[in-house]
């Protein structure tokens, strides 16, 4: 029985992953230095400081020179934030989180994200009184793509691993949805649309095709596929 359904943050509520690639991606051609997509792509999905890959260290590598770093940073920082100031909730999102409270399911965000972040945007938004528990990347041990975030949600929700759906629009959040046990949906975003997502559960191109009256005829055909192909 479903019971509760947990939400990624970035990129699955509001895209916030494309403006953070968009302002390192300025910060790069101000210096004429290259930055691909495919340099980004790994970090998606991760917290802070979870990734070998150092964005500082590949900008000073492809552009050549020295910078203080902190003036980068503040910089980044602030452009990042203008980017995301009028980003609108993405579509699907709240008709589902209304359907959900409607019907008496628990709900709860997992992010790779800093709590500040997270419940800042939500309130920002008013979408923060909907959920019942948030785990965030500052609060566990580990960050997506390992579990931590996906057991803490659990835990406070007081459900059991097969009461719940994930939304997830990254291969890291989908790992980490999965090792915890969960039926993981896969709603690629446009930057996210590059990656692999034939281990999810589910593939959906937009929540705006999920809904309570579907999702269990949804889960019920994603586990007929994945028995037809053992």
């Known amino acids: 029985m479903l019971k509760a359904i947990i939400f990624d943050f970035d990129g699955l509520v ?21 930055f691909a997509l495919e340099d980004w792509l790994p970090l998606v999905g991760t917290g802070p400081g979870t990734s070998p890959f150092n964005i500082f260290d590949h900008f000073e590598e492809k552009s050549g020179k020295t910078f203080d770093r902190e003036a980068i940073r503040q910089q980044r920082i602030k452009r990042h934030l203008e980017l995301i100031a009028n980003q609108p909730i993405l579509p699907g999102v709240e008709d589902l989180i209304h359907e959900a409270k409607r019907n008496g399911l628990l709900l709860a965000v ?7 972040w997270v419940a800042g945007h ?35 929700l007081g459900v059991e691993p097969h009461e719940a759906i994930a939304l997830e629009d990254s291969l ?3 790992r980490a949805a999965l090792a915890a046990g969960i039926f993981c949906v896969a709603v690629p975003n446009p930057l996210t649309s590059h990656f692999d ?14 809904s309570l009256a579907n999702i269990h005829a949804l889960i019920e055909r994603a586990g007929t596929s994945t028995s037809e192909t053992h």
């Not at 997502?197 to 999920?210: H, I, K, P, W």
Request: hydrophobic share 35%; proline share 6%.
């Open 172 to 174: 890291n959040g989908m």
């Open 110 to 116: 997992a992010s790779s994200s800093p709590r500040s």
């Open 14 to 34: 509001i895209d916030t992953e494309m403006p953070d690639f968009l302002s390192w991606q300025e910060i790069y051609q101000e210096h004429n230095a290259p």
């Open 122 to 156: 939500l309130k920002e938004r008013d979408l923060l009184s909907y959920f019942d528990a948030i785990a965030c990347g500052d609060e566990v041990r580990h960050a997506k793509p390992r579990p931590d975030v996906y057991q803490s949600a659990l835990a406070q």
């Open 197 to 210: 997502f034939s281990e999810a559960s589910l593939r959906l191109t937009s929540l705006t095709e999920l």
